[in-house]
């Protein structure tokens, strides 16, 4: 297990960091497939929890979702990601969004059983918001620029592109996190974080987790991005707390399914979202942050 877990990550690690790498139209691409497979996987787990809602179209229209999240980022595709009315712009996101919770509605009214419509409902809207709107905000972090800069502006003591050193700054976080977490809450884990939906989780675990990824955080901050050690802590300290319950929420979503895993995709790792359930999370807090805090800004 042990063996195949390695081999697995030897593979997909090089895969993800080249994407990180090179950035667009890669990672915009990469998005859309992980939204994908993750949306199908979602909404494959709540069938068999026992909430009949429609697979295909939720996948649909959370694709359509995420797409239209990134739109933004590719002025030269035919695709308007604002449209304008004498109130002002409107964004297409938003149009989208109101779209998938309308559209659902009418596609759970065919279950007789107002319980059933009414889970079929919840559970698509669920799924659509959480993976259409979570998953593309994986490509935002990597349009995050430098004031007066682009995401292919050099910055940090390598000179990287801007946007590359923030997709590494997020990798190596939410690694660092997991990692920690794992075996610090297996040498000296003693109080269970959460029993009843992810068992093996400890408060000491959690702690780990978020030192160690404020600790990676803080100097890939310093060396990529050209931040200070201090911002850079903080940064990697609060996506780190936050991101840990990425994978308690899709923990929940397992449970209520009786599944080990979300899917079969990566031998020993599990599917899609077991892979990016703590990222989701940890993208858009990145993001929020560096803008919030004028460390970077939103770059085509």
């Known amino acids: 297990m042990l063996r195949t877990r390695v081999l697995t990550a030897l593979i997909l690690g090089p895969v993800v960091l080249a994407v990180a790498w090179f950035r667009e139209p890669w990672l915009s691409l990469g998005v859309l497939l992980v939204a994908a497979v993750a949306l199908w996987e979602a909404a494959n787990l709540l069938?068999?929890?026992?909430?009949?809602?429609?697979?295909?179209?939720?996948?649909v229209l959370g694709l359509w979702l995420a797409a239209m999240?990134?739109?933004?980022?590719?002025?030269?595709?035919?695709?308007?990601?604002?449209?304008?009315?004498?109130?002002?712009?409107?964004d297409l996101a938003v149009v989208t969004a109101v779209v998938c919770v309308i559209g659902l509605a009418i596609a759970a009214l065919r279950q007789a059983e107002p319980r059933l419509a009414l889970s079929a409902w919840a559970g698509s809207v669920l799924v659509v918001v959480w993976l259409g709107l979570l998953t593309p905000m994986l490509a935002w972090v990597g349009h995050l620029s430098?004031?007066?800069?682009?995401?292919?502006?050099?910055?940090?003591?390598?000179?990287?592109?801007?946007?590359?050193?923030?997709?590494?700054?997020?990798?190596?976080?939410?690694w660092g996190c997991d990692s920690g977490a794992y075996f610090i809450g297996r040498t000296i884990g003693r109080r269970k974080l959460h029993p009843q939906v992810s068992p093996g989780k400890t408060v000491e675990g959690y702690v780990g987790g978020v030192c160690v990824a404020a600790l990676a955080g803080g100097i890939l901050?310093?060396?990529l991005l050209d931040l200070s050690?201090?911002?850079?802590?903080?940064?990697?300290?609060?996506?780190?707390?936050?991101?840990?319950?990425?994978?308690?929420?899709?923990?929940?979503?397992?449970?209520?399914?009786?599944?080990?895993?979300?899917?079969?995709?990566?031998?020993?790792?599990?599917?899609?979202?077991?892979?990016?359930?703590?990222?989701?999370?940890?993208?858009?807090?990145?993001?929020?942050?560096?803008?919030?805090?004028?460390?970077?800004?939103?770059?085509?």
């Open 221 to 223: 901050a310093f060396v």
């Open 69 to 90: 999240m990134l739109s933004g980022f590719h002025p030269g595709l035919p695709v308007v990601s604002t449209f304008e009315t004498d109130f002002g712009f409107v």
């Open 146 to 174: 430098p004031y007066q800069g682009f995401p292919d502006t050099p910055t940090g003591m390598f000179g990287w592109a801007a946007g590359t050193g923030w997709l590494f700054m997020l990798l190596g976080t939410v």
């Open 229 to 300: 050690l201090p911002v850079g802590l903080a940064f990697g300290a609060v996506t780190a707390a936050i991101a840990q319950f990425g994978d308690l929420a899709k923990s929940t979503l397992k449970r209520a399914a009786d599944r080990k895993d979300s899917g079969n995709l990566f031998p020993g790792h599990g599917g899609m979202l077991d892979r990016v359930d703590s990222m989701l999370f940890a993208a858009p807090v990145l993001v929020f942050l560096a803008v919030i805090f004028d460390a970077a800004y939103l770059a085509p």
């Open 47 to 59: 069938v068999i929890a026992g909430w009949p809602v429609p697979r295909v179209l939720t996948v």
